[in-house]
């Protein structure tokens, strides 16, 4: 059961046309909006979530992979690969440069330097990091425009889609030929999310837009990504309204070895209400070391754990199982437990299945603990084992993460749904 046949997205795009019209009147001319809106696109490959912006002059989509430890965008520059007139190499000696690094160091054309396209003299040096190879490499720290859109209250008739204004956002131009290595086909950089950051998207928006949270909020059904807080107006089920109504939350913590990144505050995991026998050492951080703990990344593709972990989720899982008479068959690769899907009760019959026990809630992820392999002959409990000694034991995955989660770092919380709101 895929999660769209949930989410029916309910806003109407036709009447863009309306506002294309006005587009170059002045943002305060436009009704009010709290939030902008872009589109997301997934790598069928690779199953990395894209933000899509339409940028620079003429505009141009760049689609940049979703990083949620990402400090700062980057994109792919070098020799004619970044093409805009309205872009601008900020210098070294400005506020940002010192933001995006420390120590500032000025970029210098010289030598061989001036063969490659992307130089520009005094600009502010920075160094990339690609989140899939982990590789650093050199880069300048630019500014372009961008195009802003958001969601308009229309009358009676709805809510529409359209255009606020281009408003110039930094971010960094990597220079190495390697920067795009392990990004899906199509893939021009990465879209820095970082949770501390001043120069990641999140800041950036925020600071741009006073009336913004440090927000942002994802839709992966209808492929979308909101900055600056609610409402999300959505039908759902029976609901109609602001989606935020229905969150439930998780508090957010810092891991001060790794600021950037969404670690949230997991004290024990169900199965079926029974509680998977867990070392608590694992799930709290260590404040020196960083390590341990549980945190969101939207790019693992299913939930990683650590391998005592995993192998207590399993035990418990395949326990269940038998006493409910389900099939267990031949393992698929990477996962550990399958079972013959005629044989599994459907999840509507047994909500809880897998749960994340927060301090004040509790996140059942129910049908998203299984995925569909051999055209769904077969599902397998979609958790991978992360090894003995990973740096952080839970990081929890695409495929667990549900159709629409909030971000707010403004209130260090996360905001989700549970499968069985809206359906009452
Ligand atoms: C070229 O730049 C480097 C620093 O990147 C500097 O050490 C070197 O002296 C420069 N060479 C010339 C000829 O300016
Ligand atoms: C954190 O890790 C360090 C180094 O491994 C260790 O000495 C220390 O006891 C750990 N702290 C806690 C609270 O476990
Ligand atoms: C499983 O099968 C056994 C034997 O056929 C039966 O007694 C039992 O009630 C079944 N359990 C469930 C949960 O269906």
Redesign the pocket.
Known sequence: MGSSSFASYVIQFPLLLFFLVSFSSAANDLPSFSNIIFNLDRDPLTLQYRININQGTPLATVKLVLDFSGKLSAVFCNKGAYTSSSYQPIKCMSPQCSLASKPVTCV?C??T?TKNSWCHKNACSISTRNPVTRFSGKGELVSDVVYTESIYAFGNEGYIRGPIDLRPISFGCATTSNFLKGLGEGAKGVAGLGRSSRLSLVSQFSAAFPQFRRTFALDLSGLLIYFGGGPYIYSYGTFFGDLSKLFHYAPLLVNPKSKEEYFVDVKSVKIHGKTVPIDKKLLSINKTTGVGGAKIDILKPYTVLETSIYKALIKVHTKWAKGMNVTRVTPVAPFGACYKSSTIPPWTSKPGSVAFIFPKSEWRIVWRDLVSVNNDAVRCLGFVDGGLKPKTSIVIGAHQLGWFMEFDTSRSRWGFLQPESGQQ
Do not use: D, V
Request: proline residues 0%; hydrophobic residues 0%.
């Open positions: 210098s010289n030598g330097q």
